[in-house]
């Protein structure tokens, strides 16, 4: 960090903040507790010997440590965080208000059904929205996040080929692919081979026709693609892939393009996984938890996992137990204990109805808007590798980078000097040095505007061949560059009392 | 349409940034047969934040929250205390609203509690290392399984009868595309025998403990009996309360433990968001699933934290990655961290004893209802009884007087004869003497 030294360590309102395990004495608790006597009898001889080893803090050393850490995070309500394919939109707090509704939150998942009823309910509805929204017959909500979704999706058409006699053995990807999609089909016991990319950005077609066969058993397509380009030809390879009878499987990462305007449904897919906290809003709590319903399509429906939600004269019930399943049912399996996240549900249920379907369909029209708008912007002054219109995310390469000595992940930690988080960088793989940025609905006209020509002023600079802003950036973050390298070499995942507590740094 | 700052005056200036006519023009690769109109949509259009609140509202008075009354349902999910200072903590907005981690240096809060996260789980279990976090407890399982095919290159999974049913068929269902999974028979409040079940084959064994229906279980001779045959032990755990007194796996020759992390910080959620939790031994590291933060040093030489060993992940590795996970529990995973936090040693060993001494009370008072016996010789705040009555139709019964009693094991068993009469109990420090009190009554009423 540049400047004055302080004495302390900490600059102002940055304060540096030791491990927690550096804090604390013994003896103390932030949690007052009677402290009852228990003897032995019913502990089966496996009374714990040793000390856990957590150290002791009061209640205000606990929220200290937690506020300071929490101040050297970027977040979304901070300033604009133009990750593409992440989705980082406003987050609106009557979501998190409801979702705390102890009917909600202090329901136990294995109470009697007959005391769930309105969250029976609730599922219910949110799956009314996820269907009529994709066009789609059926969903299959327990999937905990986006992979997990991929994962119930594919191993839903395992189970329809397997109901029909077939073992396929290839699931198709493109190349442009987000890295889940090979590591699902793979993880499922597929084998996995990559269709190529046109020129611009999208399947190629010949590539496709050449690889789809016999043993094919999906094609796993994300949608608007990872390029933030739609893909044309989508009824043809729905066409394509069904004629040679495997599954079209759409990622539905980028869902938040299209919803209110555009259903996948009628696009001939037969599964894709729903980001809630991508197209709905669910905060993304600096890594999940996430939830990712999977719609389907009429001849993967029968296959769909346990648990099963129906609606009958005694109301709604869950139904848990493979024996119990509606005639025609072949559910194949389970993908978790319970029935998925209901805590995610309710939130994503209160942003579209909050939205309704005119301002689920106006979020994406402005997203896509936006993303427009930026590549309309910075297309003269940086490079962007395909034609537009994009849709909600302008992907731009490192061509305008090219023997400048600046990369493209130095314009990413410039970026964090001036107050940004960085767009995706080196994603998608078929970009050299791509830069993908997402603005989202969620951003004002002026806030775009400031974030164009922030970006357009290092574009500038790096034209110019003034280097300075790009070299050892960020140098204004809580951190400078940290040496990943020696992370992986020697890795140190624990803390451990052998490094001792440094001086004021 | 309060969440879109966009006024029609600056859509219009866009457009003509843009040099498109109007919004349609820009979806314009779209095949016309799937634009749709909005009126194609049978859904409601926007409504105020009164609106909402009163819609939802409504649904949340239509369940019977464990707070309502006396509640003792467990069974894989726990309802405990959570200090008011966690979730103030976690809705702060550079917790609730960051991405995961991959620019380190705007994301050093995130990055260091994962590290003290992954340290206090290494801890609570007795292991030597742990991941930043897994969905739940049940996945989690489920990717213990499948790295211990990996390691062994064994295709066989033995599941104890112990084990929560629930996580026995999420293992199930993935551990069988690459092996096969052998489930022993369900004895509860037993140890059934799970040695002769291992071979020359075995990949690992996956032992509950506390198991399904409260029991505590010495896992040293199973996982002796494990290594002898060169397999893993894999020892699960849905109640980590239970670890402030009961010995971790870790101490017992555990090689993975897979756990639910939801007692700690988390509330009940109707089954998720939870946080699964996922320690194992260093020389195992690079087969483990899951993000990581590592310490290192930025150019400064400043102490900071990466996500690191990401060479085992779906982003770089692709169909070679060790699982196709994106995601940890990040804010549940932060939530069990602040409230572990709030405990320390001195107060996570106090719950433990408080759970262990509500449980063991009630149990008591419950076994000397007429018809009622314990199943389970130990536990910790959870266990079993066998009722004179089938208990789905107890369970219903009382709920009706508004307890909640606990779990039916034919909830979980429905084609398991000999549970239809067991019922699951779990009592914490949010029970009361009086809740216990109302318990015994009402229950003592509906067996008459």
Not at chain 1, 126 to 139: D, E, N, Q
Not at chain 1, 150 to 160: D, H, P, Q, V
Not at chain 1, 407 to 413: E, F, P, R, Y
Not at chain 2, 190 to 216: N, R, Y
Request: with cysteine; charged share 20%.
């Amino acid at each position: 960090m540049t400047g004055l030294p302080t004495i302390s360590g900490d600059r102002g309102l940055d304060h540096e903040e030791q491990p927690i395990f550096e804090l604390g004495r013994a003896g103390v608790s932030g949690v007052d507790l009677p402290d009852m006597k228990v003897g032995d009898s019913r502990l089966a001889g496996q009374r714990r010997r040793a000390p856990v080893g957590l150290p002791g803090l009061s209640e205000p050393e606990v929220v200290r440590h937690y506020v300071r850490l929490s101040r050297m995070n970027y977040a979304i309500d901070a300033g604009l965080y133009p990750l593409g394919s992440c989705t980082m939109k406003h987050n609106p707090r009557l979501n998190e208000k409801l979702a705390r509704l102890p009917g909600f939150a202090d329901l136990h998942p294995l109470a009697p059904q007959s005391a769930a009823q309105g969250a029976l309910a609730l599922i219910a509805e949110l799956m009314r929205w996820l269907t009529t929204l994709t066009g789609m017959p059926a969903v299959a909500m327990s999937p905990k996040a986006g992979a997990h979704g991929e994962l119930c999706g594919i191993l839903t058409i395992r189970a329809a080929l397997i109901a029909r006699g077939e073992k396929r053995t290839h699931v198709l990807v493109p190349e442009s692919a987000h890295g889940t999609n090979p590591a699902t089909a793979a993880f499922a016991g597929f084998q996995v081979e990559e269709v190529k990319a046109t020129a611009d950005g999208r399947v190629d077609m010949d590539s496709l026709k050449s690889k789809l066969g016999p043993d094919t058993a999906a094609f796993m397509l994300t949608n608007p693609n990872t390029c933030g380009l739609f893909e044309r030809d989508m009824l043809e390879i729905a066409d394509l892939v069904h004629k040679v009878g495997a599954y079209f499987y759409c990622d539905g990462a980028n869902f938040n393009a299209i919803a209110g305007r555009v259903r996948p449904g009628d696009l001939g897919i037969d599964a894709m996984h729903i980001n809630l906290h991508k197209t709905f809003s669910t905060p993304h709590g600096g890594g999940g938890p996430g939830a990712g319903p999977v719609v389907l399509s009429e001849r993967l429906a029968p296959f769909a996992p346990l648990p099963l939600l129906v609606h009958d004269a005694s109301g709604f019930r869950l139904i848990e137990d493979r024996g119990a399943v509606p005639a025609g049912a072949q559910p194949f399996g389970r993908m978790c204990a319970f029935h998925g996240q209901m805590g995610m549900f309710v939130r994503a249920l209160a942003y579209m109805l909050s939205h309704g379907r005119d301002g689920v369909r106006q979020a994406s029209e402005d997203a896509v808007l936006s993303a427009n708008y930026v590549l309309a912007s910075l297309k003269d002054v940086m490079s962007a590798p395909f034609e537009g219109p994009c849709m909600h995310e302008a992907l731009f390469d490192d061509h305008f980078l090219h023997d400048t000595g600046v990369s493209t992940l130095d314009v990413a930690k410039a970026l964090i000097d001036e107050g940004y988080h960085p767009m995706t960088v080196y994603f998608p793989l078929v970009v050299h040095g791509a830069m993908l940025i997402e603005p989202t609905e969620s951003e004002s006209k002026e806030s775009l505007d400031r974030f164009i020509h922030v970006l357009k002023t290092l574009a500038g600079e790096v034209k110019a061949g003034r280097r300075e802003r790009f070299e050892g950036a960020p140098r204004l973050a809580p951190r400078r560059r940290l040496d990943e390298t020696a992370a992986s070499r020697k890795p140190v995942l624990r803390w451990t009392p052998k490094e001792l507590p440094k001086a004021a740094e | 349409m309060r969440y879109l700052p966009l006024t029609p005056t600056d859509r219009a200036a866009m457009l003509t940034k843009i040099g498109a006519r109007d919004i349609d023009a820009l979806f314009r690769d779209v095949p016309k047969a799937a634009v749709v109109p909005l009126s194609n949509f049978d859904l409601p259009d926007h409504q105020g934040e009164l609106e909402v609140e009163r819609a939802l509202e409504k649904l949340a008075k239509r369940n019977i929250a464990a707070g309502a009354g006396p509640s003792f349902c467990g069974a894989g999910a726990y309802r405990h205390h959570v200090p008011a200072a966690v979730d103030h903590l976690i809705q702060r907005s550079e917790f609730l609203t960051s991405y995961t981690p991959y620019q380190p240096e705007i994301a050093q809060g995130t990055l260091q509690y994962l590290f003290e996260f992954q340290t206090q789980v290494a801890l609570l279990t007795g292991m030597e290392v742990a991941n930043a976090s897994l969905y739940d407890g049940s996945t989690a399982t489920a990717e213990a399984v499948l790295m211990a095919q990996r390691l062994t290159k064994r295709s066989k999974a033995v599941l104890s009868g112990g084990l929560h049913p629930h996580y026995a068929e999420t293992v199930e269902t993935l551990a069988n595309l690459s092996g096969h999974v052998v489930r022993a028979p369900v004895v509860p409040g037993k140890v059934a025998d799970l040695i002769s079940l291992i071979d020359e084959d075995t990949a690992c064994v996956v032992v509950q403990s506390p198991d399904v229906f409260g029991m505590i279980r010495d896992l040293k001779p199973v996982a002796e009996a494990a290594h002898a045959k060169g397999a893993l032990l894999i020892a699960v755990v849905t109640e980590i309360v239970a670890l402030g007194l009961i010995e971790p796996p870790g101490a017992q020759g555990a090689d993975i433990v897979a756990a639910e992390g939801q007692s700690i910080g988390n509330g009940l959620n109707f089954g998720g968001p939870y946080v699964g939790l996922f320690a194992t031994r260093e020389k195992f590291l690079r087969q483990m699933p899951g993000r990581l933060s590592g310490e290192t040093v930025d150019a400064e030489g400043r102490r900071g934290y990466v996500l690191t060993l990401s060479t085992r992940e779906q982003h770089i590795r692709r169909e070679k990655a060790t699982s196709n996970i994106c995601t940890n529990s990040g804010l549940c995973a932060l939530a069990f961290t602040i409230h572990l936090s709030l405990l320390g040693e001195e107060g996570f060993a106090r719950l433990a004893r408080i759970n262990h001494a509500k449980a063991s009370a009630l149990a008591d008072q419950l076994a000397k209802v007429k018809g009622v016996s314990l199943v389970t010789p130990s536990f910790f705040n959870e266990f079993t009884l066998r009722l004179p009555k089938p208990a789905a139709e107890v369970v219903e019964r009382l709920a009706a007087k508004g307890i909640l009693a606990g779990v039916p094991a034919s909830r979980l068993l429905p084609h398991d004869a000999a549970a239809r009469d067991l019922l699951i109990v779990a009592a914490t420090e949010t029970n009361t003497d009086d809740d216990a009190d109302a318990f015994v009554k009402a229950l003592t009423e509906v067996l008459q």
